[in-house]
């Protein structure tokens, strides 16, 4: 069991937007802001696509966009493309007595 | 440009030790607030944190695997090595390492992974 929520899987169709959600508690996601996402396509590493809740790397397309509120992280993608199918994580880190990072359960983001 | 890549056994028996070996380039892990940290992921299954270690030393633990994890560092040699004892066939799984960054508990640079079979 992963120690943050994520849906299994969302869908949308091209050119529709579409929300990720991150659900874990006071001690990660709601308690400072370092949540990432990753993007990860069949058989490649992640790819970092948000850290620090809201922050893009450069080089990442601003169709994405990050957000919190409260215990709950959000990814949004919006005017999908074909190419942002695949499965994204959420990541936050912990400082709990075992300071470390704390992963999402992964989400199947389907491009109808 | 940052790369890194893993290295070692592709199966190992139950009961064995994993011992993984991260290659990186492109920055040291001398400078202040970098990292390099181990993340595994079975297969179809979602990632896993192991283990990080910082530029001064310091080192973070999964609190489950924290008994059979071991990481080290050759600032020199630019290489990480995860050591991981007592293997199981739960812990097939492409391990992958990563860099993180001085400015944010993130991990911006991945290696490409290297796929671990335990298996007698």
């Known amino acids: 069991q992963s120690a943050l929520t994520q849906p299994a899987s969302v869908s949308g169709s091209p050119g529709q937007s579409i929300t990720i959600s991150c659900t874990g508690t006071s001690s990660d996601v709601g308690g400072y802001n370092y949540v990432s996402w990753f993007q990860q396509h069949p058989g490649k590493a992640p790819k970092l696509m948000i850290y620090?809740?809201?922050k893009r790397p450069s080089g990442v397309s601003n169709r994405f966009s990050g957000s919190k509120s409260g215990n709950t992280a959000s990814l949004t993608i919006s005017g999908l493309q074909a190419e942002d199918e695949g499965d994204y994580y959420c990541?936050?880190?912990?400082?709990?007595?075992?300071?470390?990072?704390?992963f999402g359960g992964g989400t199947r983001l389907t491009v109808l | 440009q940052i790369t890194l890549k893993e290295s070692g056994p592709t199966l190992v028996k139950p009961t064995q030790t994993l011992t993984l070996t991260c290659n990186f380039s492109g920055f040291s892990l001398s400078t202040i607030g970098v990292g390099v940290g181990w993340i595994r992921q079975p297969p179809g299954k979602a990632l896993e944190f192991l283990t990080l270690i910082y530029w001064n030393g310091d080192k973070r633990y999964s609190p489950s695997l924290k008994s059979r994890l071991t990481i080290t560092r050759d600032t020199s040699e630019n290489q990480v090595v995860l050591t991981m004892t007592d293997m199981d066939p739960m812990d097939t799984a492409t391990y992958y390492c990563?860099?993180?960054?001085?400015?944010?508990?993130?991990?911006?640079?991945w290696g490409q992974g290297t796929f671990v079979t335990v298996s007698s």
């Open positions: 620090d809740v809201t």
């Open positions: 990563a860099q993180r960054p001085s400015c944010c508990y993130t991990f911006d640079f």
């Open positions: 990541t936050s880190y912990t400082f709990s007595i075992t300071s470390n990072w704390v």
